[in-house]
């Protein structure tokens, strides 16, 4: 039998060519080299006075994340009094009502964005 699909045949997803491997190690290298540069910029953000608090605190972040790893999350979730998750069914009409609930809860609370009006920024920036 010739042509059309055969079982086993062609290349298995995920399968790393030369092409992707070299690439890859073209990167990580040019990554390194770099590295120190790329630190010194978030440090300098870090110390600017003139950046907001919250991107000053990002670059803080991100430092941390890189000299410690970032912290992991555990969440233990149980029902009620300390039990077992109780599962149910919901219907169309149920999970639709609180849908609506949720995206009205969320359109009456007020944007973050209009808060970050630039106040924040030090005193001895020149502005």
Known sequence: M???KRSGAGRKPGARTIFTIAIKQSLAATAKEIAPEALGAVV???RDRCLTPSARLDAAKTILHYAYGKPIA???VTGKDGGPVELRQMGVTE????ISAIIEAAANQPAEAAADSGAEQ???CPL
């Open 2 to 4: 010739r042509g059309g």
């Open 95 to 98: 999970l639709a009502r609180r």
């Open 74 to 76: 555990a969440v233990e």
């Open 44 to 46: 300098q953000m870090l």
């Open 122 to 124: 030090g005193p001895s």
